[in-house]
C-alpha cells in the first residue's frame, strides 16, 4: 500500500520561511513524479510545483521564484522550501504521486495523495 506523509507545516509571519517534507513508502519511489498542491476552504486545489524523476522542477506562477521542490530518492522524501511568504499562501498543501511521464497539470491523473499538512502565514 503506498502511503504520501506530510510534515512541516505551521503558522509562519508574513515574509517568513517554511519547508514541507513528504515521506513516501509502498512502492518504487523513483517511478513517481511528485507534486504539490495546495487548497483554501471554500476554493479549489491550486497546483504548486512537482518534481519529475529526473529532479526537474516545475513551478505554479503564484509561487515562482518563492519556493524550491526537491526529492532525496535514497530516502524517498520530497521537499518544498517556501520562502517571501504571503497570507495568500494560507492552505492545505497535499503532497501527491503520479506515474512518471503524466500530466502534473491534471490532478485527476494523481494516483496517491497525502492527508495534508497545513500552512498559515500571518501575523
Known amino acids: 500500500e503506498v502511503q504520501l506523509k506530510e510534515s512541516g507545516g505551521g503558522l509562519v509571519q508574513p515574509g517568513g520561511s517554511i519547508r514541507l517534507s513528504c515521506t513516501f513508502s509502498?512502492?518504487?519511489?523513483?517511478?513517481?513524479?511528485m507534486s504539490w498542491v495546495r487548497q483554501v476552504p471554500g476554493k479549489g486545489f491550486e497546483w504548486v510545483s512537482t518534481?519529475?524523476?529526473?529532479?526537474?522542477?516545475y513551478y505554479g506562477d503564484s509561487v515562482k521564484g518563492r519556493c524550491t521542490i526537491s526529492r532525496d530518492d535514497a530516502n524517498n522524501m520530497t521537499y518544498l522550501q517556501m520562502d517571501s511568504l504571503k497570507p495568500e499562501d494560507t492552505a492545505m498543501y497535499y503532497c501527491?504521486?503520479?506515474?512518471?511521464?503524466?500530466?502534473?497539470?491534471?490532478?485527476?491523473?494523481?494516483?496517491?495523495w497525502g492527508q495534508g499538512t497545513q500552512v498559515t502565514v500571518s501575523s
Open positions: 518534481v519529475d524523476i529526473s529532479g526537474r522542477p
Open positions: 501527491a504521486a503520479y506515474f512518471s511521464g503524466g500530466d502534473r497539470l491534471d490532478r485527476r491523473g494523481y494516483r496517491y
Open positions: 509502498g512502492s518504487k519511489f523513483t517511478l513517481y513524479d
